[in-house]
T-cell receptor, first 116, second 110 residues
């Protein structure tokens, strides 16, 4: 148990659906992240939040919309996705932002998303 | 050139043997380095940080070579449970992100 909980574990959705991924961290961390892991590709950083404020958006398509209502919760809202968006979506947290200080990431179990 | 590059493997290792593999990084200003372990269909988990002087944790030894811009991981006395993908992670001096390598897959066989 890493202290970062993601739901759902698996999600199958059509291209016209709207769904949301949820992440909750119980570690008292200040920073939260969304990563995408596609088959045979390195983890790609999507969004970074620090104390509920979005810090970074790595050119992610607008069909992905993050929300951070408080420092313990992070959502990823999905709409009109494409089949190539099928991947493992991982939430992570760290005590503070990664700024060259050697902050370690704690990951949730991920949501395996399939877009049909 | 990729920012962080790893040999994808797989490295097929007899149980009890030693295996070592490297990870190269392109940004000479990188400051922090880590090895994460990821089991099949699971989340990455921190294995160990990599310090300039090198560090050891049980059967695992990590080294940093700043001159040649690579880090290494050595696993001694390999166990079946060491089978996993090992992710190299580098934190640059600026910015808010850790850059992940594609991972090196290790398969320990009886």
């Amino acid at each position: 148990e890493t202290g970062v909980t993601q739901t759902p574990r698996h999600l199958v959705m059509g291209m016209t659906n709207k769904k949301s991924l949820k992440c909750e961290q119980h570690l008292g961390h200040n920073a939260m992240y969304w990563y995408k892991q596609s088959a045979k590709k390195p983890l790609e950083l999507m969004f970074v939040y620090s104390l509920e404020e979005r810090v970074e958006n790595n050119s992610v398509p607008s069909r992905f919309s993050p929300e951070c209502p408080n420092s313990s919760h992070l959502f990823l809202h999905l709409h009109t996705l494409q089949p190539e968006d099928s991947a493992l979506y991982l939430c992570a947290s760290s005590k503070d932002l990664v700024r060259g200080a050697g902050e370690k990431l704690f990951f949730g179990s991920g949501t395996q998303l399939s877009v049909l | 050139r990729k920012e962080v590059e790893q040999d994808p493997g797989p490295f097929n290792v007899p149980e009890g043997a030693t295996v070592a593999f490297n990870c190269t990084y392109s940004n000479s200003a990188s400051q922090s380095f880590f090895w994460y372990r990821q089991d099949c269909r699971k989340e990455p988990k921190l294995l160990m940080s990599v310090y300039s002087s090198g560090n050891e944790d049980g059967r695992f030894t990590a080294q940093l070579n700043r001159a040649s811009q690579y880090i290494s991981l050595l696993i001694r006395d390999s166990k079946l449970s060491d089978s996993a993908t090992y992710l190299c992670v580098v934190n640059e001096a600026a910015g808010n992100k850790l850059t992940f390598g594609g991972g090196t897959r290790v398969l320990v066989k009886p």
